[in-house]
């Protein structure tokens, strides 16, 4: 079954504890990403990534960190999480088309919920 | 800069009607545009794309959307509408022009079917 998968799907952490949410696709996707989900706020994209070893900002990076040594990987981390990344992730995933970046397909998403 | 904006937060339907959920965006050359839904504690799944030709797009679900470049809008419709489709919904864009390829999503609409 083609999908992307996260874990853990539910973490509360402590204030500074370093973590690692893990994204990974089936689908042989050049293109992954990671957008976090606020109330009020919709859908924000943190970082993107067009193929392996490359990868680029989106709207709200600060904080994170990112790596895609593997195409079908794409970790989210977190070195010193704070109480204001307590959001809703998900990652996604997409084959870039001539034009570029097409329908994405979605994890079940991860609730982050930092103390 | 690209942008979306999706002017309504919830939008109330009666099962049957014709429903409407608005979206209006901003980019400097010419846009790719999706459509995403949300069902309660799921991520986010593809509904339809434009990309170029038809400005009229069938999608999942016996959803539709008008791409209308004079008005800047790509509105989602459904000519009668089932308590099935009640969930959030997302409109997103992606500039051409841009190099990068940064995908700008809305704020969401939540979209209430009432038996």
């Known amino acids: 079954e083609a999908q992307v998968t996260q874990n853990p799907r539910y973490l509360i952490t402590v204030t500074g504890k370093k973590l690692t949410v893990t994204c990974s696709q089936n689908m042989n996707h050049e293109y992954m990403s990671w957008y976090r989900q606020d109330p009020g706020l919709g859908l924000r994209q943190i970082y993107y990534s067009m193929n392996v070893e490359v990868t680029d900002k989106g709207d709200v990076p600060e904080g994170y960190k990112v790596s895609r040594k593997e195409k079908r990987n794409f970790p989210l981390i977190l070195e010193s999480p704070s109480p204001n990344q307590t959001s809703l992730y998900f990652c996604a995933s997409s084959f870039v088309a001539s034009g570029g970046v097409d329908e994405q397909f979605f994890g079940p998403g991860t609730r982050l919920t930092v103390l | 800069a690209q942008s979306v904006a999706q002017p309504e937060d919830q939008v109330n339907v009666a099962e049957g009607n014709p429903l409407t959920v608005k979206c209006t965006y901003s980019v400097s050359g010419n846009p790719y545009l999706f459509w995403y839904v949300q069902y309660p504690n799921r991520g986010l799944q593809f509904l339809l794309k434009?990309?170029?030709?038809?400005?009229l797009v069938k999608g999942s679900y016996g959803f539709e959307a008008e791409f209308n470049k004079s008005q800047t809008s790509f509105h989602l419709k459904k000519p009668s509408a089932l308590v099935s489709d009640s969930a959030l919904y997302f409109c997103?864009?992606?500039?051409?022009?841009?190099?990068?390829?940064?995908?700008?999503f809305g704020k969401g609409t939540r979209l209430h079917i009432l038996p």
């Open positions: 997103a864009v992606r500039d051409i022009a841009n190099r990068d390829d940064k995908i700008i």
């Open positions: 434009y990309i170029t030709g038809d400005n």
